[in-house]
């Protein structure tokens, strides 16, 4: 029994193996039925992709074979009309061509005809041409010689009387206008030193200060031989006021170096700039005009360092304002726009050597911006009949700067037409890229042009100079030789934090 139970059982173990083999092999050969599946419709899935692909690919195609044949048609059409107008313009020049042939044959034979006809008249008359002349002229001389002399005779007299006339006036005018006055005196200001140790430190090591006063604030500083004093130089009194409330403060602080100059330069425009509004103020409350833009105010307080003919133009503009005043009153015109209109006359020239154009223009862009009423514009616009006389204030105020202007020793006209040509000197330098400052010095003698480093190299500054000196030599007129002194400097500014 034991021997036959072990036999059934090797025979069932047998059996089992055999059983769970045939069992594997079918488990295997359904995976790799569905993974022959999985693979069959990844493969479709492929296929129907590269499909849409090449069907995209195809339709691209097409569309860009469209575009280019319409290209190619435009292209062509734009030859066609090409060669249209190129045998169009060659036959213009042909006809050109054509004409002026015409037109110099033409010109020969008139030419021609006009000697045979001289030479015809020659004949006729018997005489040359040179001799027409004179026996024409010989004729008039006889026929109206009496008449021409007494006529010149006449015109001498006259004429005499009227230089006599005007000589005395001149004569009489250049008595009243003398005052031993110079133009140093208009163009220079002496600043005081406390002592003479501080020339010294102004000048500075290697005269890195004064180079640097004199190109932050446009003013000569010249170091003479008077004592504890220097000579501020430049045509314009504005600079010069900024260089002395500069120097002021430098000298106050005790550290003058070149970054404490500009420093102190800053703080001297500030200054300036309220002190203007303060000059313009008292200017207006002197008239008793109190409702002016604090804009206007500032330009009048402005016109405080400008001259005109070597009068201050905001003296001249108050001046003005009483007389305005006055004549208003006895007329019964308007009081209040006679005098506003006479004190704003000249408001153009606070901005006539920054802005191109006549300073009346100026003066009435600059109040039609600021809102000042049309009668007030109307009454100034016509001091120097640049627009018609359209109220009866624009007469008193014309009348008015007349009267100021022309009173004996009021203006200088010399001086003027120095400070003018300075002036002009500086428009010119400035005018040109790359130029930052450009400042007239030494009596006009010499122009000192700072440019930015970042646009102008040292070779296009040796090019700048002569480009400037080239067109001061075209536009200006003046005695002796002008220096332009072109200088570039480079900085490097880093901040320690």
Known sequence: MTYQALLFGSILAVLGVILGYFIRELIAYKQAGSNEQKANKIILEAQAKAGAIVEDAKKEERERKQEIKKLEERVFDREKTIDARLRE????????????????????????RRGEIISRLEKVAGLSTEEAKSQLLRSVSE???????????DLENTQREEIEKKSLEIITSAIQRYSRSHTSELTTSVFHLKNEDLKGKIIGREG?????????TGVEIIMDEAPDAIVLSSFDP??????????????????????????KVEEAKNEINKRMVKIGEEAALELGIVDLPKEIIQLLGRLHFRTSYGQNVLSHSIEMGHIAGMIAAELGANVEVAKKGALVHDIGKA??????????????????KYDIEEAVVKAMESHHEEYPFSTPESFIVAAADII???????????????????????????????????YALSAGREIRIFVTPEKIDDFGALQLARDIALKIQSELKYPGEIKVNVIRESRAVEYAR
């Open 89 to 112: 313009i060659d036959g213009r020049e042909k006809t050109v061509k054509n004409e002026l042939v015409k037109l110099e044959t033409e010109s020969k034979d008139i030419e021609s």
């Open 143 to 153: 026929q109206y010689g009496k008449d021409l002399a007494k006529k010149i005779q």
């Open 208 to 216: 890195r200060n004064i180079r640097t006063l004199e190109r932050t």
């Open 238 to 263: 504005l600079r010069r006021e900024i260089a002395k409330i500069a120097l002021e403060k430098l000298i106050e602080d005790g550290r003058i170096q070149p970054a404490k100059i500009e420093e």
């Open 351 to 368: 901005i006539s050597h920054e802005v191109e154009g006549t300073h009346v223009e100026l003066g009435r862009k600059i109040l039609k």
């Open 404 to 438: 100021s202007a022309a009173r004996p020793g009021a203006r200088r006209d010399n001086i003027e037409h120095y400070l003018k040509r300075l002036e002009d000197l500086e428009k010119i330098a400035a005018g040109f890229e790359g130029v930052r400052n450009a």
